[in-house]
C-alpha cells in the first residue's frame, strides 16, 4: 500500500538558518505529492505540490522537488523565520482515489 | 470565499455522553473528509464522501462512530456514546471535483471527553 515517511522532529533551529526535512514515500504508479502545514490552534493549510517526476513545487520561500528514482519529496528553505514555526506534513495522493496518505509530520521550532 | 466551517470549535462532554461535530465545505466542493488527530496516532481518515455519498469508512473506529452527508453543503460526524479515548482534534476538509487532490481544512473541532 502507499505509506509517507518523515524525517522525525521535533526539529530546531535559528533564525536564518537552512531547513531540510526528509519525506520519502511508497506508492504504485505515479502519486501526487503534498507538503501541508499546521500553525498551533489551526487546521492543514496547503504549502505546495508537485505533480510529476522533476516538478518543483514552491511558496514562501519553501520547495520541494518530485525525485522519483529516489522515491522523495524533500523540503527545504534557505532561511526560516520564527514565523515558520509549525508542523509540517508530507502526503501522497494517487490517482482517482482522492484520500491522502499523511506522514507522521515534523515539529519545527524557529528560535530568534 | 469562507473556507471549510467547522462547529463546535471546542467540546468538552462527559463519558457516555453523544456528541455530534458539523462540518460545511466549501461551496462547489463535491468531496469532503473527515480525519482525527492525536499525539499518540497522528492524523487518521475516518471516512470520505464523494458527491455526498460515504465512499471509504474503513477508517471509523467502531460502531460507536457515525458519519453523514444529507446534502452538498453539511455533514456530520457523530460519536454515541462517548469515550475518555475518544478526545482529539477532529477535522473536516474537502476538495473539488476539478484539481480534486488537494484538500482544504477547516480549523478542527478539539473534543475533550471527560
Known amino acids: 500500500g502507499n505509506s509517507v515517511t518523515q524525517m522525525e522532529g521535533p526539529v530546531t533551529l535559528s533564525e536564518e538558518a537552512f531547513l531540510t526535512i526528509n519525506c520519502t514515500y511508497t506508492a504504485t504508479g505515479y502519486p501526487s505529492l503534498f507538503w501541508y502545514v499546521q500553525y498551533p490552534g489551526e487546521g492543514l493549510q496547503l504549502l505546495l505540490k508537485?505533480?510529476?517526476?522533476?516538478d518543483k513545487g514552491s511558496n514562501k520561500g519553501f520547495e520541494a522537488t518530485y525525485r522519483k528514482e529516489t522515491t522523495s519529496f524533500h523540503l527545504e528553505k534557505g532561511s526560516v523565520q520564527v514565523s515558520d514555526s509549525a508542523v509540517y506534513f508530507c502526503?501522497?495522493?494517487?490517482?482517482?482515489?482522492?484520500?491522502?496518505?499523511f506522514g507522521s509530520g515534523t515539529q519545527l521550532t524557529v528560535l530568534p | 470565499d469562507a473556507g471549510v466551517i467547522q462547529s463546535p470549535r471546542h467540546e468538552v462532554t462527559e463519558m457516555g455522553q453523544e456528541v455530534t461535530l458539523r462540518c460545511k465545505p466549501i461551496s462547489g466542493h463535491n468531496s469532503l473528509f473527515w480525519y482525527r488527530q492525536t499525539m499518540m496516532r497522528g492524523l487518521e481518515l475516518l471516512i470520505y464522501?464523494?458527491?455526498?455519498?460515504?465512499?471509504?469508512d474503513s477508517g471509523m473506529p467502531e460502531d460507536r462512530f457515525s458519519a453523514k452527508m444529507p446534502n452538498a453543503s453539511f455533514s456530520t460526524l457523530k460519536i454515541q456514546p462517548s469515550e475518555p479515548r475518544d478526545s482529539a482534534v477532529y477535522f473536516c476538509?474537502?476538495?473539488?471535483?476539478?484539481?480534486?487532490?488537494?484538500?482544504?481544512f477547516g480549523p478542527g473541532t478539539r473534543l475533550l471527553v471527560l
Open positions: 502526503a501522497l495522493s494517487r490517482g482517482s482515489a482522492r484520500q491522502l496518505t
Open positions: 508537485a505533480t510529476k517526476a522533476d
Open positions: 476538509a474537502s476538495s473539488p471535483a476539478e484539481g480534486g487532490e488537494t484538500q482544504y
Open positions: 464522501f464523494n458527491n455526498n455519498v460515504p465512499i471509504d
